[in-house]
């Protein structure tokens, strides 16, 4: 099955400052690879996902990057805010055959933005 | 738009008492569902998933079960808790053959 490691398991960066963080996968066969964002006490929330087909996706302060080469995949957030303090996980899926849209999730990164 | 109702928010339940979790989710039909436990804040484990009503597939071997007795509802349930069974339970959906998927507020369970 698949297996995503994720690295670093904690990061702490003075605000304004970029944070980046990278999960490497197994299977060749994911082609959907989604980042989370999850608050203290609360569900994850989708914050940014990138398919197989695209090599880089970015939404305002916040990117994603795919080596399928490598199998590894790297979220970047730029001029960090204090609010973007949180876990972070990421996940991989193949969105197809029989694997019913399991997604398996690194371990998560619990990213600390000082002011 | 669609959502995703999970509830309760917190329960503690004494060793050997049985249990009951419930996810609705609105605005969608069909949709896949999926039971995740979270230990300590970090590591989401997938325990069930089910495409339709009535099919359920469990990923871990565990103390706990799943039904899907409608088409957007998913429960969660134990005859009897064990310690080991604490944790922070999450639902989540994903529509048939898209790839994101969509999580609920989770229920954090404290057996004593």
């Known amino acids: 099955g698949e297996n995503v490691e994720q690295h670093p398991s904690t990061l702490s960066v003075q605000e304004g400052d970029s944070a980046v963080i990278k999960c490497t996968y197994s299977?060749?066969?994911?082609?959907?690879f989604p980042w989370y964002k999850q608050e203290l006490g609360k569900g994850p929330q989708l914050i940014i996902d990138?398919?197989?087909?695209?090599g880089e996706k970015k939404d305002q302060r916040i990117a994603v990057t795919l080596n399928k080469t490598a199998k590894h995949f790297s979220l970047h957030i730029t001029e960090t805010q204090p609010e973007d303090s949180a876990v972070y996980f990421c996940a991989a899926k193949n969105a197809g055959g029989t694997s019913y849209g399991k997604l398996t999730f690194g371990q998560g990164t619990i990213l600390t933005v000082h002011p | 738009s669609q959502t995703i109702h999970q509830w309760p928010a917190t329960l503690v339940q004494p060793v050997g008492s049985p249990l009951s979790l419930e996810c609705t989710v609105e605005g969608t039909s069909n949709p896949n569902l999926y039971w995740y436990r979270q230990a300590a804040g970090r590591g989401l484990q997938l325990l069930f998933y089910s495409v339709g009503i009535g099919q359920i597939s469990s990923e871990v071997p565990q103390n706990l079960s799943a039904s899907r007795p409608q088409d957007r509802q998913f429960i969660l349930s134990s005859k009897k808790l064990l310690l080991s069974d604490s944790g922070f339970y999450l639902c989540?959906?994903?529509?048939?053959?898209?790839?994101?998927?969509?999580f609920g507020q989770g229920t954090r369970l404290t057996v004593v």
């Open positions: 299977d060749s066969a994911s082609n959907y």
């Open positions: 989540a959906w994903s529509e048939q053959g898209i790839s994101e998927a969509f």
């Open positions: 990138i398919r197989s087909n695209v």
